[in-house]
């Protein structure tokens, strides 16, 4: 069975900063590409970031410049630095990895359960 398991979601005022963590557990193979995707009610979910299994990273146009994706492939873990949050940033953050785990060993998508992240402004 495998988890993501968000953390690091909170308040912030505006021009402040925030990191979300994710980390993937269970009977994993191997981790292919990682992102953060954000959604608010009533609206599609959104890609923010991502990063392949070699670090190459994408990012939405509106958080580039103040957002920074990473990754430790030792933890299965992926982070988010967010730097001068504004007031649209407000949304429920999900984390999201390509994932191969038994028993068949195809890539995968698995989703965490989802942070909230709210900037006063």
């Known amino acids: 069975q495998v988890q993501l398991v968000e953390s690091g979601g909170g308040l912030v005022q505006a021009g402040g900063s925030l990191t979300l963590s994710c980390a993937a557990s269970?009977?994993?193979?191997?981790?292919?590409?990682m992102g953060w995707y954000r959604q608010a009610p009533g609206n599609a979910r959104e890609l923010v970031a991502a990063i392949t299994s070699g670090g190459r990273t994408n990012y939405a146009d509106s958080v580039k410049g103040r957002f920074t994706i990473s990754r430790d492939n030792a933890k299965n873990t992926v982070y988010l630095q967010m730097n001068n949050l504004k007031s649209e940033d407000t949304d429920v953050y999900y984390c999201?990895?390509?994932?191969?785990?038994?028993?068949?060993?195809?890539?995968?998508?698995?989703w965490g359960q989802g942070t909230q992240v709210t900037v006063s402004s």
């Open positions: 999201n990895a390509v994932i191969r785990a038994p028993p068949g060993a195809r890539p995968s998508d698995y």
């Open positions: 269970g009977n994993i193979i191997s981790i292919n590409d």
